[in-house]
Structures are given as structure tokens and as C-alpha cells.
């Protein structure tokens, strides 16, 4: 191969980069399909537990594990109130672990930790309805079939 026909290292990052980028939106992007169409099938099957709090708030610490391929993502549901505060940091040793936080219509996520530089999200709620937590690994662990420990904590706080 002559040497001006290979790929520049810094060309070979930028595709990675971009590869990863839409693994990570392709959910958001099933999720805002139109009403008249159904959500994709994978998004309709992540396992979801719903959180309990006290009326005007409190904290909850919860300890999971995800193990790729087939559950490699998990919603924690949170019944929140206008104006209250959400507070959301996973903690774990496995690089590359995400979270996202998905308003009541679940069309636009409100935070994406893999755009971030800590795994930690704290906001006032904007609307009455059910939040959701989206925990998962990400496409090179999917593909690897690694698993993750984790501990999410949460704190939810009264307007």
C-alpha cells in the first residue's frame, strides 16, 4: 500500500469517536419517534425498577450490576414533582459506564453523563411525571460481553 493511501491515525479517532456517538443517541432517537409510530423493540424491553421516596423527598442509594449482551441497560423510574430537585452520581470502576436522565416525555434526555467530565447530575424538575435513570455500558463493552458493578445514588429533594 503506497504510503499517502493510509488513513491518518488522528482520521482513524475521529471515525471511533463518531461510531460511538451515534451508538450512544441511536436510543434517545428511537424514543422521539413520532406518536403515530411505536418505539423500536429494544428500547420497549429495558428491565425498569421504580423508586420510591417519601412525599417530600430523600435519598436512596441502590447497588446493581449489568452484565452485556443481554442486560447491558437498566431504568430506575423516579415519581416526580415540578420544582423539585434531582440529584444523580453513579459510581463505579468500570470505565466508560453511563447514565442518562429522561424527562416525563422521554424524548429529550435532560443529562448524558458520556458527555460529561463527572458522573454526576443534580437539576430542578420542570414537570409532574415519571423521570427515568437510564444506567448502561457502553457499545465497546457491549461487543465485549464485559459486565459492570454499581452503586446509583439518588436524592430527591421537596421544591
Do not use: C
Amino acid at each position: 500500500m503506497p504510503l499517502h493511501a493510509r488513513p491518518h491515525p488522528s482520521d482513524t479517532r475521529r471515525r471511533w469517536l463518531l461510531w460511538a456517538v451515534a451508538a450512544a443517541l441511536l436510543p434517545a432517537a428511537a424514543a422521539a419517534a413520532p406518536q403515530g409510530q411505536a418505539p423500536a423493540a429494544p428500547a420497549a424491553r429495558v428491565p425498569w425498577l421504580r423508586v420510591r421516596f417519601p412525599r417530600r423527598g430523600g435519598k436512596r442509594l441502590l447497588r446493581g450490576r449489568l452484565q452485556a449482551p443481554g442486560h447491558s441497560v437498566r431504568d430506575y423510574v423516579i415519581p416526580g414533582r415540578a420544582g423539585q430537585s434531582l440529584e444523580v452520581e453513579l459510581e463505579t470502576l468500570t470505565p466508560g459506564a453511563s447514565f442518562k436522565v429522561l424527562g416525563p416525555q422521554r424524548q429529550d434526555a435532560l443529562f448524558m453523563s458520556e458527555f460529561s467530565a463527572l458522573p454526576l447530575w443534580q437539576g430542578r424538575l420542570a414537570a409532574d411525571g415519571d423521570y427515568r435513570v437510564r444506567v448502561s455500558l457502553n457499545a465497546v463493552q457491549r461487543t465485549r460481553g464485559e459486565s459492570m458493578d454499581f452503586i446509583l445514588r439518588l436524592a430527591l429533594r421537596a421544591a
